[in-house]
């Protein structure tokens, strides 16, 4: 990059607010993805505010510089990566709440603002913003935007995009997209709001959201139920979904999973091929005891080895936190774990299960399932290390078979963490060549020169 | 058009299905948007399969024939209205429901499926597809998809878009755009379903369809209150919403509305100059009723004059069914009535009721006012007969003041009913030069020779 557009674009944000120290590129080269993909950047912008993210994004049209938007940095799929150098736009400072308004059950943030942090400040308030993902203390509102983020709650209260009522995004070409704000529901015009959300930054940069939240619930309670196998726990899930239970979380994890919990987090769990762990909202004890009677029933016909309800804040805690840390705790012990995040129809979770064992074992890879699957979204952790021969080559070998299993069943081969760079091969295998020929007719009608997050989504 | 091509476009669904006939073509050119401002249609269609749609989309791409997309023709704006001749496609005859997973909780339909059939059908299974249009025993599920459908229940349930999962569409050129199916959730790549639905017809023809399903409510319980003033009624509606309690349903209705309620649907309601009516589910009577007490102890505050219950399905279904013909009820009386379908902020309603009077009573025109003000979509019927000089064009007056308030309040000019052609010039009040623009990029690279649905949503 010339000397002369690094002196002006830093003349945007401030020398404090720019670096071409290699240090930082380094740092920014890289994302929760453990498989290096992308390359360094050239700059690093901290903007603080609409106008600056603007004035950057003029530079970089009317120099053709890639720019790719980030916060949080916890994208699990490279979606946050330089592959051409240029711009990453680093957009951590601008994390003002802007407004809440308890009477209209609405938020506006900018996009640097982290979930936890909005979560604590909207308790005061008795109100929250549900999508929960396991990387909510680090990972920002825009990013979530970016990918349609959710989590282990998103069986009862949907995925980010149902929450987003108003966006603001800088255009390819600097132009500032401001987008609804007030309207609960709206049936005006081609739906940009759902088209920018889940766009993983290739259309624009997400500067400014409003969301609708929900009152806090009354009454939790939480349990975790123990079986004989990870299919009778997978058939127990998606039983329970359909005969319209529908708890704030239910979460399998597998004996692996289970022992790295009561290993590495310290959790007196005790031993079970599987687990189920639970969360009941109510109004108040007795709505969530009718609820899981209702769970029980069910798990006892599948052969439940029994079931523990724990109601107390701080031991409630203490298991969702280890949950929420299982895929760092992972990390501790394989460097390069590969995430998985298919999404199969909610019947064919025991089948989907199965199969992710079998390819495991046929591909000589440690692997652990876990995740939220009342709405057919499994994870698995194919446990690797790259620095250890072949290892990292069979966990992807395994991730495509995983995938290919999920398309096969009429799934997805994403549910929350995005295409990224990672699986940008397979969008074709799943959205079929009338898919990807029109997500590229819109990527060329947004951003005709190709500067915002190139090689992200599908292959160019 | 040619004898040749509607000779060949004949060809495709069979003489049965084929029309040229005046009476049919002037049928084809309205819909409930009372005004007229469309043009005849060279041509009606009635393809009874995908491929039939496809080849018949393939001639008009080859011949730019312009193809306007119906089914119900319940359209309130002119959404399904022809402006440049051409082919008007009535997708009535692809009225398959397709697969119910019980087990997955999904059906899948062809477009032409009306609305009551599915949930009639989908009773013997316990489930229930929950937006519902006033227009339910008409509206198809295609149009219901093109406009974003909603109705009484989505302040608890939600609107259309919440519960495709799927779709197929044909596009402008006669490819078919087969988009997801089996994942209760995605971050797969753009979302596309979301960009159809909501698109009015004017990116393809939508012709199957996958939604997710609920469970029907084990418990129904409705309510009416009386007000001394609308406000009144609106500020409860909002404060209940803000406090948590969400009903399935909570209807406003001013005293003309109530009036034609009394005297041409029959209803035994008492005099009062608004009502709310109420649908509360819950898996039991203790669950409605708590919602009920405290929707009361608002009310009360709000000098509510008084609250019935019912709890008799006879009783409580002719009391629905009467607001839901509210409009055709008015249509007797008036026959040009405009409805507008603002949505503003919660807190916003008493102040948007408040207006809506203003404007009529500046205007000289009748009004009542009614709607879903539990997410803020307050309609208001501009009582008016084309016949009469000067009265329609009063009425547009007055719609265009309340669209204009809608937007300074921070709302939208459509909630549920789409823009068609009736709010076409207001687009660009609403979203912007930018996001017209973009939303013209979008329908530029998508439909290149401008043949689907042609003057919908937006000015050329």
Known sequence: MDREIIDQLTAIVGADNASTNPVDLVCYSVDCYAIKKGSMPDIVLRPNSVAEVQGIVRMADKHLIPVVPRAGGSCLTGGCVPTRGGIVLDLQRMNRIIEVSKENLTVTVEAGVVFAQLNTYLQRYGLFFPPDPASGEICTIGGMVAANAS??????????????????????????????????????????????????????????????????????????????????????????????????????????????????????????????????????????????????????????AGIEIATDPVEMERMWAARRRLFATFTRLKPSPIATDIVVPLSKIPEAIREIQEIARKNDVKITTYGHAGDGNVHSLLLADLRIPGESDRAHKAHDDINWMALRLGGTITGEHGIGLEKREMTKDEHGEVGVDIMKRIKKAIDPKGIMNPDKIFEV
């Open 151 to 304: 989590g282990m709650r998103a069986v009862k209260y949907g995925v980010t995009g149902d929450y987003i009522i108003g966006l603001k995004v800088v255009l390819p070409d600097g132009r500032l997209l401001d987008m609804g704000g007030g309207a609960r529901k709206s049936a005006s015009g081609y739906d940009l709001i759902h088209l920018f959300n889940r766009s993983e930054g290739t259309l624009g940069v997400i500067v400014e959201i409003t969301l609708k939240l929900r009152s806090l619930p009354r009454f939790i309670m939480s349990a975790v139920a123990k079986f004989h196998s990870p299919e009778d726990a997978g058939r127990t899930v998606a039983r329970t979904i359909a005969a319209g239970v529908i708890p704030a979380a239910i979460e399998i994890l597998d004996e692996v999973a289970l022992q790295v919990m009561r290993e590495e987090a310290h959790l007196p769990l005790p031993e079970a091929a599987a687990m189920l762990f639970l969360e009941f909202h109510g109004d108040d004890r007795s709505e969530a005891q009718k609820a899981l009677n209702k769970f029980r029933k069910i798990a006892d016909e599948e052969k439940c």
